[in-house]
């Protein structure tokens, strides 16, 4: 079985909310990392809405992102997608995997697990459980999945050992973050994918689903990660302000230093639409720090 996927020989990058709350510092340097690699790359910046945790959804957030983005001058390609939309390709995923016996049924609850820390103990990989009130777990071998971040350099995982068998799906039905951005990222023909260094070690996962069902792998960059001085990171649930209107030029010439650029003394007084030409023109991706974090503190 073969899943849709596109191929270009042009950069299509991509950035992917969850409309959990609203954008906030944090979410502006990943979404301006990756709309200016697109950019300076002469490709195409697409916007994905990952709107998989309706329970999680906060009234309104959808829409304040997107003008959020058209505020501070980030327009993207095409229509937004919508994860919630590709329920049927998401299942059909979740079929070939099951029927190639690459996925199991697993009955395990939290509180048994709780006992087990580390990763997931197998208990259900050859248990033959039925699928009703199960989550559906992918195998994990046991191997090295290695891959060269364009920040963070080489990164490697012993898949078995370090993370388990993982879910994909969960026991109410709702689907997991590992199979969904792989499954919409090949079949938008993203090239490269530019996010924060919190999903760092989720992209082996990525990499052993994409090899499973036949994809391309993409090219990655995970840019630092902002933290706070008590070491929480900078997120929608953790009293991180979220962007408005009025600081757009500020804050993105601020998003620039953290990404390691050099907005001249000029650009202070410009229009979100001037830095953002200067900062295509200039935009150097080795200039990012070669951290996974980075303290707000310090970027002010």
């Not at 001249?264 to 979100?272: K, R, T």
Request: net charge neutral.
């Amino acid at each position: 079985m073969s899943f849709p996927h596109a191929r270009s020989d042009r950069y299509i990058g991509r950035f992917a909310p969850t409309p959990s709350g609203y954008l906030h510092f944090g979410s502006l340097v990943a979404a301006l990392a990756s709309f200016l690699d697109a950019r300076a790359a002469g490709g195409s910046w697409l916007v994905r809405m990952e709107d998989l945790d309706p329970p999680r959804e906060v009234p309104g957030a959808q829409d304040a992102i997107l003008h959020t983005l058209e505020g501070y001058g980030l327009e993207w390609d095409g229509e937004v997608v919508r994860q919630s939309s590709r329920q049927a390709q998401y299942a059909q995923a979740i079929e070939y995997l099951l029927e190639q016996g690459l996925a199991y049924p697993c009955a395990c609850s939290r509180r048994q697990l709780k006992a087990y820390p580390g990763p997931y103990p197998g208990f259900c990989r050859e248990a033959g459980r039925d699928r009703q009130n199960a989550a559906i777990r992918v195998r994990a071998p046991h191997l090295y999945y290695r891959f060269t971040d364009r920040v963070q350099g080489e990164y490697t995982q012993q898949l078995g050992q370090d993370v388990g068998d993982f879910i994909i799906c969960r026991r109410d039905g709702l689907l997991a973050y590992q199979l969904a951005v792989v499954l919409d990222d090949a079949w938008q023909g993203v090239t490269d994918i530019v996010r924060g260094a919190d999903l760092l070690d989720s992209t082996p996962r990525q990499l052993y689903l994409q090899e499973l069902m036949g994809l391309l792998h993409p090219r990655y960059l995970h840019v630092p990660l902002i933290i706070q001085p008590d070491g929480h990171k900078l997120g929608k649930s953790y009293r991180s302000p979220p962007l408005r209107p009025e600081e757009a030029a500020p804050l993105l010439l601020r998003a620039l230093r953290t990404l390691g650029q050099q907005p001249p003394a000029e650009l202070h007084q410009a229009l979100p639409a001037d830095i953002l030409a200067w900062a295509i023109s200039h935009w150097t991706a080795e200039r990012i720090p070669r951290r996974q974090s980075l303290a707000e503190a310090q970027l002010r």
